[in-house]
C-alpha cells in the first residue's frame, strides 16, 4: 500500500486570522500530525516529540535515516527541566544570553523523550526559537515540538514556506507561512554533556560570541570532514551529504578574485557557478547565482540555500561554488557549501 497523499493547507499569519491559525496548528501538532513551521534560522518540519508514531512520520516523509537525532523545540528555557537531567548551570547562562535564538544545546534527555526523537541516543538538542509564532504555536499544544528542517533529507534547507511546498505539498498536514527567514542557516548546536562543550554545528550563533561566554569552546572534527563509517551523528547534519542540490558541487576557497578566476578558468560548458556578486558578469553564457556581496555573512546566510536549490531548475550538470572563510556567521555558510559538496573541495 502507498503512502497516502494529503491535502497540505497554507496558514498565512495575519493579523485577523492569528489566533484561529495558531489554535488549528496546535491542534495538528497534539493530534499527531506533521506541520511546517517558521522559525528564524529555516523552516521546521514539526511533531509532537513526544508521541513515538507522529516521530516517525517525520523521518517517513523527509526520506531521513533513523539513527539521524532529531532537535526539540520549547518556548522558554522554564521547560528544560521537564525534559532534560543533569542540567549543567553554563546552559543556563547560554540560555540566558541567546533564548530565544539560533542556539541549540545537547543535554542529557528524560526517558519521556523516546528513541525515536533521539535516534536511540540518551541526549537530545533544545533549542528556543526566535519566532514569536512558533513560540506560541508550542505553547498552545503544550508539548515540545521534533522539528527538523522543512526538507527532503540531503537537499538544501527551506526559508519560505514556498520552498517547503516544492518538497512536502501532498505530504505534510499543513505549512503556517510567516514569510521568509531572517537568519538563513539552522542554529548553531553546542553539546552541553561534556567539558569544555564542544561546537557540533555551526550556525546562526556564532562561535565566536558562544566563546564570550564560555571561553574553552572547542569545535567538533565533524564539522571540517564526514564522520566516518560507524561512527553515532550527536547531532543532525553531521553523517550525511546534505544541505545540496541534484548536480554535482565543487566548492572553491581563497582568496574572492583568485577563486573567481580559477572557476572561470576550469568551467565547462553546460555547468553552473555561484559565486560572489561582484564577480557575477565573469560567468556570462553560464547558468549562475548570486551567493551575495564578498564580505557579507549575513547574505550569504540568508541566499546559501536558495541558490542551491536555484540549480535544480536548470540543466547545470555540474556547480562550481565560491566559498567564503570561516570567521563568524560564514563558518556555518562554509560548512553547508562544503557538505552540499561532499567536501570535494579545491583550496588556492
Known sequence: MGRKTLHTKVYRVTEEEKNRVLNEAAQIIRRGGLLAIPTETVYGLGANALDKEA??????????PQDNPLLIHIPDASWLEIYCEKIPPLAYRLAEAFWPGP?????????????????GLETVGVRCPDNAVTAEIIRLAGVPVA???????????????ETVLDDFAG???????????RVGVESTILDMTEYPPKLLRPGGLSLEDIRRIIPETEMDAGICRQLREGEQPKAPGMKYRHYAPKAP?????????????????????GEGVICYEEYQDMFSGYACASLGREGCPQEHAQRVFDVLRSFDKTDAAHIWTQCPGEE???????????????????EI
Open 147 to 161: 522539528a527538523p528542517s522543512a526538507n527532503r533529507s540531503g537537499h538544501p534547507s527551506c526559508t519560505s514556506a
Open 249 to 269: 558541487v565543487t566548492a572553491v576557497m581563497g582568496g574572492g578574485r583568485e577563486s573567481a578566476e580559477y572557476i572561470r578558468t576550469h568551467i565547462k560548458a
Open 55 to 64: 516521530v516517525r512520520k517525520i523521518f517517513e516523509a523527509k526520506g531521513r
Open 103 to 119: 542556539l541549540t544545546m545537547i543535554l542529557k534527555c528524560k526517558s519521556c523523550i523516546p528513541y525515536e526523537t533521539t535516534g
Open 171 to 181: 505530504r505534510i498536514e499543513g505549512v503556517v507561512d510567516d514569510g521568509p527567514c
Open 328 to 346: 563568524g556567521l560564514d563558518l556555518a555558510v562554509s560548512n553547508r557549501i562544503k557538505k552540499a559538496a561532499g567536501f570535494h573541495i579545491v
